[in-house]
């Protein structure tokens, strides 16, 4: 009777829209301690307006948009979208751009006119000791802005704070883990400000903010290890499939990119938080009645 009883699982599963690609990681999802959540396009839906722009002379603000979303065009991050959106709604002209590049984890880069335009993360500006308008980032971070930088030529010309919407469901999500005694955490790539306000108001229980994409992974294994903890992650993005390979159960957001899909061991297909807590309900259920 038993693997009809997972059979039935399976298609209920379904069904519900949680698509299981790795039968034995859904049957250990009921045995899950900790979930980890990535942040951008998982617990927010990724989607970006641009909210404020401050500029630094000889720059107007349409210059830094418009460079940022030549830059942008080429990219398929959130960030990326919700510049480009802005820039066609303001109807401002987008450069041409060549030698495109993406920088892992800090941004992008590419030529315009002969000059290097980068956009790129607070962190990158503060490990090249650019000097910046603390003040407006310290504002708009603590407002859960995601806030780039456009260089030019390695210089400021201006910084853009984005917002994104925080998932309906994903308060519930993490209350409904902590009645159960599991671990919510989030491991985002954005600045700690950012992160802060976001896992405030869902009441994470612990925070990792600034993590570079190649770190994702190994926070997943200090989590197992150190704290001891079977762990599930939950990401759309490719900087967060190694972190999904590594979990015990790695799950992936529907809306996400191809590779965290190919790498997970469940997608919900709803991208819906609450999904999470599916997945380790039905594993129980199923699972409880083999034994
Ligand atoms: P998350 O882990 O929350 O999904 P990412 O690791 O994808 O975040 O991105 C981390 C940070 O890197 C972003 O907050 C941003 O500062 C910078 N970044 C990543 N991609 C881009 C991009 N296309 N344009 C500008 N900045 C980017
Ligand atoms: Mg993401």
């Not at 899950?32 to 959540?37: D, K, L, N």
């Not at 504002?139 to 910084?159: D, P, Q, R, Y």
């Not at 108001?201 to 925070?207: M, P, T, V």
């Not at 990792?208 to 197992?224: G, M, N, T």
Request: no cysteine.
């Amino acid at each position: 009777a038993a693997p009809l009883v997972v059979a039935v699982s399976t298609a209920i599963a379904a069904k519900k829209g949680l698509l299981i690609r790795n039968r034995a990681s859904f049957e250990n999802a009921r045995l899950i301690e900790a979930v980890v959540f990535d942040k951008t396009g998982t617990l927010t839906r990724g989607e970006f307006g641009v909210t404020n722009i401050a500029s630094s002379s000889p720059f107007t603000e349409e210059e830094v948009l418009s460079l940022a979303a030549a830059v942008e065009a080429h990219s398929e991050h959130p960030i990326a979208r919700g510049i480009l959106t802005s820039a066609e709604e303001r109807q401002l002209s987008i450069p041409q751009v060549s030698h495109f590049q993406s920088l892992t984890g800090k941004g992008l880069q590419g030529e315009v006119d002969g000059k290097e335009v980068m956009v790129v993360s607070p962190g990158y500006v503060r490990s090249e000791k650019l000097s910046i308008n603390e003040e407006s980032l310290n504002e708009w971070s603590e407002e859960g802005k995601t806030v780039v930088f456009t260089l030019v030529n390695g210089k400021i010309a201006g910084m853009i704070a984005l917002a994104d919407i925080i998932r309906d469901t994903a308060s519930e999500a993490i209350n409904k883990l902590k009645q159960i005694n599991i671990k919510s955490i989030m491991l985002t790539g954005d600045n700690a400000k950012v992160a802060q306000y976001v896992g405030a108001k869902l009441g994470i229980d612990e925070i990792f903010a600034e993590v570079l994409p190649h770190e994702k992974s190994d926070k997943i294994v200090y989590i197992q290890k150190n704290e001891g903890l079977r762990t599930a992650m939950t990401g759309d993005g490719v900087n967060d499939a190694p972190a999904l390979a590594k979990a015990d159960l790695g799950i992936a957001i529907g809306t996400g990119t191809d590779v965290a899909i190919e790498t997970a061991d469940v997608v919900l297909v709803k991208s819906n938080p609450m999904d999470v807590l599916n997945i380790i309900t039905l594993s129980k259920a199923t699972y409880r009645k083999m034994l």
